[in-house]
Each structure stands twice: as structure tokens, then as C-alpha cells.
């Protein structure tokens, strides 16, 4: 196992850090002595949690999807800190229900977020991160392991990240930089919260086997994945059974399909017809931000 590195110093980003995962992984970093820089959508949120934190931090207004904006944020960061040693790519946003009846620009902006996102926040932070041969953690999730009904765009998206982390960890690793997967499941976030306010798919997940039908305590999770990014780990599990689903992960869509066709039965109609948008705050936040004019704020050091 790789020795922890001391976080005392480090400049990590963290991106989608107004709430949730990331506001969490925000306030851990900067208690072990990191400099953090906040990325989001949520200006106001950004500012409150930047302005608690312990250490230096500072915060950026930015879609990770608009690469040039990115660019930008990655030239400020280095230009406010000196350097960048972590970035963690956790912006993301979730839509559920049935594929034909989903909103076709709602189901697209999950993969824009979660997926093309995620790339355009490696390609505008690898040129730093080469410079101090640091690290990238691509948040995924159990549905990267486990596909399941009702979430195609989250699972395309999150499968679709952790294929690209795999290759860019072997693209980079001769710089010095090291890219890490991280995997969570169900954990008490807006985004879970919000996805629990549809009666039927709330009562979807409680007739799933456990453990998959828990919701995990946030803070227990991002302390993992904190773990994680002091040892520089190539996979990190938020919780630790997830670390078992690896090895039988092949065998998994045979079994689940069979199981969700009783299901589908059941609930199936319930939900014909209804086209949910993105849930949660972040995913209000998201569609609220590409309604107003487009606009960057940074902080002021």
C-alpha cells in the first residue's frame, strides 16, 4: 500500500464544491493543511463555503463543460496559488426514469456534465499537474460497476468517466502524474435526496438487495476518499464493500436485468409519460445557470 503524502501545503481543486461531495471534500482537504480552490455553479455557495474553510482558499464561477472558461480557471488558479497539486473532478448532475420518455436536452446535459466535463477539467489541469507531478481523482460511482434501469444517462456517464481515467492514468503515469477512480454509492447528498423525491423511484431503490438500498453518511465517504488522495490511489471506494463489486462486476447486467424486468412490470407505468429534469439543488442549479446570461466570477484573494 502507498504511503500517505502530507496534504499540509498542497493546492487541490475541487470541482462542483458547493454542496454535497464536494463542499465536504473542500472542508477535509483545507483541515489537513491544503490550499483549496473551489469550482461550481453556485456562486454565492462557493463564497460561503470558501470564506469557513481553514486554510488559503478561493473560489471560481464556471461550467466544467466550457472549455475555454476552464482554461481560464486553471491559469487563475496557478496565477493565485503558485501551483496546482489535486484535482478532483466531482461535478456531476443525475436525472432518472425511463429512457423513451426522457427529456432528450435533460438526459444529453447529464453526459455533458458528468462525462465531457470531467475531460475538459483533465485537459485544462493536466499542464499544472505535470508541472508539480501531481494527481487527478475522477469521481465515477456504483453505477460505472452496476447498471441499473431508470438511470441510462448516469450510468452511461459514470461508466463512460472511468474508462476515461483507466486510459489517462496510463497516458500520464511517465509524468509523474498519477489519475485515481473514485467510487461511491447512494450517499445522503442533495443529489440522492433530490432523486428520493419521486415516490416510485424512492420506493425502486428500497426493494433493492442490500446493501444497495442504503443511504450511506456522507462524511465517513468523503474521509475515504480523502484517504485516497493522501496515498494517491488508483481506486477509492467511499464505501468499502464497493471494493468487492470489482471482481464480479462482469457478471452483474445478466442477473440485474432479469431482476428489473419484475419490476418494470410493476412500476414501469407508474412513470410513462413523465419527463423528470435534473434533481436535487445542484441539478436546479444547472439549469437555472444555462437560462441566465453566461458569466464568470472569481474571488477576490
Not at 473542500?26 to 455553479?41: E, F, I, N, T, Y
Not at 481515467?165 to 461511491?184: P, S
Request: net charge positive; aromatic share 4%; charged share 25%.
Amino acid at each position: 500500500m502507498r504511503g500517505r503524502i502530507a496534504l499540509e501545503g498542497q493546492v487541490a481543486v475541487v470541482t462542483g464544491a458547493a454542496r454535497g461531495v464536494g463542499e465536504q471534500l473542500a472542508r477535509k482537504l483545507s483541515a489537513r493543511g491544503a490550499k483549496v480552490a473551489l469550482v461550481g455553479l453556485e456562486p454565492e455557495e462557493l463564497r460561503r463555503v470558501a470564506h469557513s474553510l481553514h486554510e488559503d482558499a478561493a473560489h471560481w464561477h464556471a461550467d466544467v463543460t466550457d472549455h475555454e472558461a476552464m482554461a481560464e480557471v486553471a491559469a487563475e488558479v496557478k496565477a493565485r496559488f503558485g501551483k496546482v497539486d489535486i484535482v478532483v473532478a466531482n461535478a456531476g448532475v443525475a436525472s432518472g426514469g425511463p429512457f423513451a420518455d426522457s427529456d432528450p436536452e435533460t438526459w444529453r446535459r447529464v453526459i455533458e456534465v458528468n462525462l465531457i466535463g470531467s475531460a475538459v477539467t483533465g485537459r485544462a489541469f493536466l499542464p499544472v499537474l505535470s508541472e508539480s507531478r501531481g494527481y487527478l481523482l475522477q469521481i465515477a460511482s456504483l453505477a460505472a460497476l452496476a447498471p441499473a434501469p431508470m438511470m441510462t444517462a448516469y450510468c452511461a456517464s459514470k461508466s463512460g468517466v472511468e474508462a476515461y481515467a483507466h486510459c489517462l492514468r496510463a497516458e500520464v503515469g511517465h509524468k509523474g502524474v498519477r489519475v485515481g477512480v473514485g467510487y461511491l454509492t447512494w450517499t445522503d447528498t442533495d443529489m440522492v435526496r433530490g432523486a428520493d423525491e419521486n415516490e416510485v423511484m424512492r420506493e425502486l431503490r428500497q426493494r433493492l438487495p442490500w446493501p444497495l438500498n442504503r443511504t450511506y453518511p456522507l462524511g465517513p465517504a468523503v474521509d475515504r476518499l480523502v484517504t485516497g488522495i493522501e496515498r494517491r490511489s488508483a481506486h477509492v471506494y467511499g464505501q468499502g464493500w464497493l471494493r468487492g463489486m470489482q471482481p464480479v462486476r462482469g457478471l452483474l447486467p445478466g442477473p440485474l436485468a432479469l431482476g428489473a424486468r419484475r419490476e418494470m412490470r410493476r412500476f414501469g407505468p407508474l412513470l410513462e409519460g413523465a419527463r423528470a429534469g435534473l434533481v436535487g439543488a445542484g441539478g436546479a442549479a444547472d439549469e437555472k445557470a444555462r437560462t441566465e446570461r453566461p458569466r464568470r466570477e472569481r474571488s477576490v484573494p
